[in-house]
């Protein structure tokens, strides 16, 4: 280090001096590059390297593609309107003109922010109206609201667990639970996919080797549309003494005679379950996360919970356009019901038609494994050409042989929608297998 005045910051880590031969003394020339450049960081120099593997042949990148106007059955991209499979607007309440009223409301009556948590500077009454409205939903005591999906899986896991705590997730798991896990500090094990079986094993061995243990499971699973049978993890964790959490981000609205989620399509009493966590940003066309749960854990959240006391209420449009969808959706059934009814439609002309749709069954998320990063690119983009529009998954994010293209069905998906999009992924595959 220098103390010398007369030298500047030039702000790659050395620095011009005057008298210098090159202009430039270098500071610390021990600290490789990698270490403060981010060009050089070895996950940025990967990601460039897995890019240039997937896209290097030629495939048109698709992702991030621009999306004009709103996403629901159809999506408009470069002003050509196509069959859209790539969002989650399952029950078609973005876009609602009805839905889109209440957020306007709430910005003539609110403005845009809160402009702080709501235990600094207050709660609006919409923000009161949801949660109550989402309890009664759930048949939950109680329900608290944040301001994304992802983050309420991370501070809510992240605070109520700790180093002497277990925590078992589904292997299949998304990623803002690992991200809690990872948060609290506790022992974090994996159990294979759907396995409660194994779960079961894992709890008899080491259920007594910790203070608290967490069972984190999905309502459905966003990567391949299936379910876990929640009577047995109910069964499991009553017998072992551990908290059950399901996150419904995609069966809140999809599953269960009027979309209540996993507790009404088992028939499972809502108490069986001590976390019911959700996204507003899917089903209810808004965003932000919840938790329905007891009165006493949702007021411990409430008073505690990072993400909560230190982050903004949800903002008025938000909380708003969350609280008129789940009002329709409570209204207009009929939309779940045809929501599944499409999803059946895919599924059996999809297996009539010889695809591989792996494990779904009646819910919203149907993929159509290919088995190859490559081809499920190829399929995407020969989708787009044809007027469909279905991003692939592709190794890293899956294995390579699980490689798929994934269709995420709304409501407002036609009968005829659905069979041209199955005909013709049918059509590229079969003309592809034929050249290949
Ligand atoms: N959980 C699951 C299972 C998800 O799929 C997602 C996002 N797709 C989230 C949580 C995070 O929700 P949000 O996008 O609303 O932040």
Redesign the pocket.
């Known amino acids: 280090m220098t103390d010398r005045a007369d030298v500047e910051p030039t702000g790659d880590g050395s620095v011009g001096e005057p008298g210098s031969a090159h202009g430039t003394v270098s500071f610390a020339p021990d600290i490789p590059a990698e270490h403060y450049r981010f060009e050089l960081h070895p996950g940025y120099i990967a990601a460039k390297s897995v890019e240039h593997e997937l896209f290097g042949s030629g495939l048109a990148n698709p992702y991030f593609r621009r999306i004009e106007g709103f996403a629901a059955g159809t999506a408009t991209i470069g002003g050509r309107p196509l069959i859209n499979y790539a969002s ?1 607007n399952y029950l078609g309440f973005c876009g609602d003109p009805r839905v889109s009223k209440a957020a306007v409301e709430a910005i003539e009556r609110y403005g845009t922010s809160v402009s702080a948590s709501r235990i600094a500077s207050g709660n609006r009454q919409i923000h009161e109206e949801l949660e109550a409205e989402l309890a009664q939903l759930l048949g939950t005591d109680d329900a608290v609201t944040f301001v ?6 991370v501070t809510v896991i992240g605070h109520l667990f700790g180093r002497k705590d277990l925590i078992l997730h589904d292997a299949l798991i ?1 990623n ?2 690992m991200q809690g896990c990872l948060l609290s500090g506790a022992k974090r094990v994996s159990f294979p996919h759907n396995d409660w079986t194994a779960l079961d094993r894992i709890l008899t061995q080491h259920r007594r080797d910790f203070e608290r243990v967490l069972i984190v499971i ?1 309502g459905v699973y ?1 990567m391949d549309g299936d379910m876990p049978d929640l009577p047995r993890f109910v069964e499991l964790k009553q017998r072992h003494k551990a908290f059950l959490m399901i ?1 419904e ?2 069966s809140l609205g999809v599953v269960g005679r009027t979309g209540r989620g996993l507790a009404e399509h088992f028939g499972v009493a809502p108490g069986d379950v001590d976390l019911w ?1 959700g ?4 089903t209810l066309a808004s ?3 919840y938790i329905g749960g007891s009165r006493e854990m949702i007021d411990y959240l409430r008073y505690t919970a990072p993400g909560f006391l230190f982050s903004v209420g949800m903002s008025p449009p938000d909380a708003a356009s969350a609280l008129a969808a789940l009002r329709l959706m409570q209204q207009e059934p009929e939309r779940v019901a045809r929501l599944q009814a499409r999803a059946e439609q895919f599924i059996e002309l999809a297996k009539a038609a010889g695809l591989d749709t792996g494990h779904s069954r009646g819910t919203a998320v149907i993929p159509v494994v290919v088995g190859d990063s490559g081809l499920a690119l190829f399929l995407s983009q020969a989708l787009f050409e044809r007027g469909i529009f279905a991003l692939p998954i592709v190794h890293p994010a899956v294995p390579a042989r699980n490689a798929r293209v994934r269709f995420f069905l709304t409501t407002l998906h036609t009968e005829e929608q659905i069979a041209h999009t199955v005909a013709e992924v049918a059509d590229v595959l079969r003309k592809q297998a034929a050249v290949a």
Request: glycine share 14%; hydrophobic share 20%.
């Open positions: 989650y994304s999906g992802h983050a309420t899986n998304h803002s639970v999905e966003s996150d981000a995609h966590m996204t507003l940003s899917k965003c932000g996360g």
